[in-house]
């Protein structure tokens, strides 16, 4: 059934909507009588078949006094019929209007007046107010009054008992919504600066990563430098906080404007300038231009703040460090942009400060393996990941096998089989040396003890096993080691513990000790990558050392061209000194790198007693070591 012609409340009003003003087309402002019909649901301009309902039945006439009250009323108020036409109103709304007769609003589309139909949720909730079929419509809306300024209104639509007109009301709002955006700015700007703060950097971030993937808008690229200040806690520590504060007040002066000649140079918005706490900042700029721009703006602000700044009388020199992140929107986070940007601030500071680095995909890569790594150290002992290799220790004069050194390796479900170069730094900063080094001591001692019950007709072979200074310092080594050996049944001097140079070298109280009680059990120590520290080799004689092992590079040096001359017999030199000074202290020596005939010949005329290198083998699985301890 149709619910005939197109009424004014079902029909939006034009986008140039009518202004209420002293120009208006006058209207014949009602009778007294004929408002106290309206406010009590009298007659309606229009029938009711016009909205296809039925009219309800006349309701009871209310006393007089209500419509002096409506009237007289301080809030703004009208009466509006079923087809959203204004019936009556009075003075309060005709002032908030700009209109001096109230009677010149009766016959306007109430819709107009107050613009609700300027979004399509509102304008439905309207009408189904004025149909009876909703009991009340809220919204808020801004209006303009004729002299310029603006009223912000709490719009309230709700139905007269009687059901035939509805009651619409205004209340201004305006001093609670200026209250409102006050506490906003200060909630958003830090006090210090009076730039944006972490939460408001963040509101704009997140809104402009969302305009930029689902609008398209600009370029679709965005960019972020982020910045620290170099030594900023010693000016707090050393002047104060209140010297302090006035130097990031500064700082954000400066920074502004460099944000602002980048705005106008380009002809659109200045970069947001926001302090994210302490003495951090960051200028993010949307709609980047690329990776140049990003660069052009760290440079400005670099520039900028190596001029000196005058606090007070302080003249203060301040540098920054800044990380630099330029990206498409596409795909980008407002987490993963900050952790970018962090993570390239700090290799900013790590490269020197004063200074900004661009944010390089491969380096962070790297650095994502590396914690990757780190934080999984310590469950893989557990998992039982780790795997020993054994790399032959061969006597140079008869060639036979005299020891193996164990070598650990990483079998990671991830990045497959891994070599201590990649693991054992990051075991030494958290700690996990410890718990590792024991367990690799456990495994190879074990493994010693097995190959000598396996082949008792074979000269007994020792096994080499790496130490890192954190487990002298860390670890009761001496119970560890006492342990390990009561355990497996393996005699001390098949024990060698490999130290570095650098961490023998300068050793003196808890390490000399420990070395020292080793060294009383049995247990033979090796000075490993010797010749690349300290290379003090009078301290040898105050160290309970057995071993030194040649760093590879000095056997390296002992290559043959076509000529049959050392290519570089310096090295020759340096180590037949060495091999002899060390035979003088009682020590033995060990060469590493050994991959040729000639190496291991020459090592061997100068004195060298034992080689090690892929000459002889590659480290390799134990079984392979059984195989040479069977043949020989």
Not at 120 to 149: F, M, N
Not at 254 to 274: E, F, K, M, N, Q
Not at 495 to 511: H, I, K, N
């Amino acid at each position: 059934m149709s619910e005939g012609p197109t009424t004014a409340a079902d029909a939006a009003p034009d986008s140039s909507r009518r202004a209420v003003t002293e120009s208006s087309a006058a209207v014949a402002a009602p009778s007294h009588t004929a408002a106290a019909d309206a406010v009590r649901g009298g007659q309606e301009a229009r029938p009711h078949e016009a909205l296809g309902v039925e009219p309800p039945p006349p309701p009871a006439s209310p006393p007089a006094p209500y419509l002096s009250a409506f009237l007289a009323a301080p809030l703004a108020l009208a009466v509006v019929d079923r087809q959203g036409q204004v019936v009556t109103a009075n003075a309060a709304l005709a002032a908030m209007l700009g209109v001096e007769d109230p009677g010149r609003l009766t016959g306007h589309t109430a819709a107009e007046l107050v613009d609700l139909a300027s979004d399509s949720r509102t304008w439905h909730t309207y009408r189904e107010v004025l149909r009876g079929r909703q009991a009340r419509l809220t919204c808020t809306r801004r209006i303009k009054h004729p002299d310029g300024h603006s009223v912000w209104v709490q719009v309230t639509v709700s139905p007269v008992p009687g059901g035939r007109t509805v009651l619409l009301s205004l209340a201004d709002i305006s001093a609670r919504r200026e209250l409102q955006a006050r506490l906003r700015h200060l909630q958003m700007h830090d006090p210090v600066t009076r730039l944006p703060n972490r939460t408001l950097f963040f509101e704009r971030l997140s809104a402009a990563l969302e305009a930029g993937a689902y609008y398209g808008a600009g370029s679709g690229r965005i960019g972020l430098c982020y910045l620290d200040l170099d030594g900023f806690k010693a000016v707090n520590d050393a002047l104060g906080h209140g010297v302090g504060d006035r130097l990031l007040a500064a700082v954000a002066e400066r920074l502004t404007r460099c944000a602002d000649r980048i705005g106008y140079g380009r002809g659109a918005t200045a970069p947001l300038v926001a302090r994210l706490g302490g003495d951090e900042f960051a200028l993010l700029v949307e709609d980047s231009a690329g990776t140049e721009q990003l660069a052009g703006l760290a440079e400005s602000v670099l520039r900028a703040l190596q001029e000196p700044f005058d606090l007070s009388g302080q003249r203060l020199a301040m540098s920054a460090s800044i990380g630099v992140v330029e990206r498409h929107v596409e795909g980008t986070t407002a987490t993963g942009l900050m952790q970018a940007a962090d993570t390239t601030l700090y290799w900013a500071k790590a490269d020197g400060k004063a200074r900004w680095t661009l944010f390089d995909p491969e380096r962070n890569a790297h650095r994502m393996t590396r914690q990757a790594l780190s934080s999984s150290l310590r469950p893989a002992v557990e998992r039982g990941e780790f795997v020993l290799e054994y790399q032959p220790l061969v006597n140079l004069g008869d060639g036979a096998l005299r020891g193996v050194e164990a070598l650990v390796r990483w079998d990671h479900p991830q990045f497959g089989m891994l070599t201590p170069n990649r693991f054992i730094g990051l075991a030494e900063e958290d700690g996990s040396i410890v718990q590792l080094g024991r367990w690799i001591l456990g495994t190879a001692c074990r493994q010693a003890r097995s190959w000598q019950l396996e082949h008792p007709a074979a000269p007994p072979v020792y096994v080499s096993v790496n130490v890192a200074v954190r487990q002298v310092w860390d670890s009761d080594l001496v119970t560890d080691v006492a342990e390990v050996l009561a355990e497996t049944g393996l005699a001390p001097q098949l024990l060698q513990l490999e130290l570095t140079e650098s961490a023998v070298m300068g050793s003196s109280g808890r390490p000399l000790q420990v070395l020292q009680s080793l060294s009383d059990m049995g247990v033979h120590i090796a000075i490993d990558d010797f010749g690349t520290g300290y290379s003090n080799l009078a301290y040898l004689s105050r160290l309970p050392v057995s071993v030194l092992k040649l760093d590879g590079s000095f056997v390296r040096g002992f290559q043959y061209d076509d000529g049959g001359e050392h290519a570089t017999p310096a090295d020759a030199v340096i180590v037949e000194a060495m091999v002899q000074l060390a035979h003088r202290l009682g020590l033995t020596v060990t060469a590493e790198c050994v991959e040729t005939a000639a190496q291991a010949a020459r090592l061997r005329q100068i004195g060298c007693d034992t080689g090690q290198g892929w000459l002889y083998s590659r480290p390799v699985a134990p079984d392979r070591i059984s195989a040479l301890l069977t043949a020989s």
